[in-house]
């Protein structure tokens, strides 16, 4: 089968689901054609690393080492980026008028998509479809959707009436029968192979350094003997980072083994996290003439995100590993990846018990109800944490490591559940219309 896969290509989020599902399918016998949004093609994955060193034996053989992954990536033939113009000159950064044109075969010379697969929230699809007409939807479009909150409104039934929605959560699924008043499919994501407790018997690696405990993971980032609280997304509106600041204040105040260590681009839709740093008790400024120069001895940036590739699958499972609990007050998820990869990890969560979170955490963390919703700009609800409760359940779990290890111990059963095989399968019985087989 001919399938054509529309979706983020970055390194993680939706471009981890984009990729997990075209390698699997790939490997199922599909024919896959991918426009990748945030793909940069060979060039631009290259000139980043040219732009950072001077001409020198470091250089070639860094271009060399990468050059080397790209060629050796199945994908890399089959992906162009989505911001490619036709030959009239038309173009879009998500890639809305290629997809015409490829499921017609006017992209890949002699190829024609039999299905198409959106990786892509409501507002992208309806966005997608006035940009190019409803006559894309001449092939099945499934659109693999995050549902984030309750209340979705009606006016989307329209977008599902030229594509097949697909849930990503068993949430979604009930909110999307309930507008649509039909039964519609649930594929859950997957945590990776990648992920996966470190120890002598299946060690890490960090950078080329066999990581084989939690001490040397921390120690690999310079944080041997500090108690690590983890938060691993981006800095945008829903993902609710004023919170996460707010909770912590009071438990970095009383306890200085505690760092919080953000792996996430410091400049994003909703500000620069160093604004948020320059807010905390114990703040300094080391360069009054930059908009990065403050810091804090117990907040931790990676260094190591942008939105394109960040940390390769290898080094941050060695970053999950170090923390002793990750905790996101996030107003609401579609499924919640960062969670259940680090759940994988062995390491407990706490988070808003709200959308799809409490099926993806189950049993592996503590989940705070929230106190006040607010409606978004997508006409949905998300919900605001309860920040005192929070910061009490954070400060009980770093009480007492044993509780921490428990919780740690169910998650990873629970992760188990999620694999991108499983995915995989669901997606090759529905686009063999075998549609009872994919519902879950």
Known sequence: MNTLIVGDAAHTGFGRVTRELSLGLLNKGHDIRIIGINYRGIDGELSPIIGQHLVSDDLMDSVSQRFEELRDDPLTARMIPASTALSNGQSHSHGHFLTGPAIHGQVWQGWQADAVILVADPEAVRLRLLDTGTAIASKPIYNYVPIEGTGIPRSWELIWRFTNPVAM?????????????????CIPHGASDAFHPVSPGEPGRYRGTTIST????????????????????????RKNYGAFFRVMRPILEARPDVVCVIHA??????????????????AVNHDPNSIFGWSHPQYILTGA???????????????????????SPTMAEGFGLTLLEAMACGVPVVSTDYSAIPEVVGPGGILIKPIAYVTNNYAHEWALVDEPAM??????????????????????????????????????????????????
């Open 265 to 282: 681009r410091p400049q994003d839709e909703y500000g620069n996290l160093y604004d948020l740093i320059s807010r905390e008790p114990g």
């Open 169 to 185: 959560s068993r949430f979604g699924q009930q909110q999307i029968e309930g507008l649509l008043g039909r039964p519609v499919p």
């Open 214 to 237: 939690k001490e040397a993971a921390k120690a690999a980032f310079g944080l041997s003997g500090k108690t690590i609280v983890l938060r691993i997304d981006r800095h945008i509106y």
């Open 391 to 440: 910061t009490e359940a954070v400060q009980r779990l770093l009480d007492k490591p044993s509780l921490r290890r428990e919780l740690g111990r169910l998650g990873r059963k629970h992760a188990a559940q999620y694999t991108w095989s499983a995915a995989v399968d669901q997606f090759d019985a529905l686009l063999s219309n075998q549609p009872a087989a994919a519902a879950a």
């Open 305 to 327: 995100h942008d939105t394109f590739r960040g940390l390769s699958d290898e080094d941050l499972n060695v970053l999950y590993n170090a923390a002793d609990l990750l905790v």
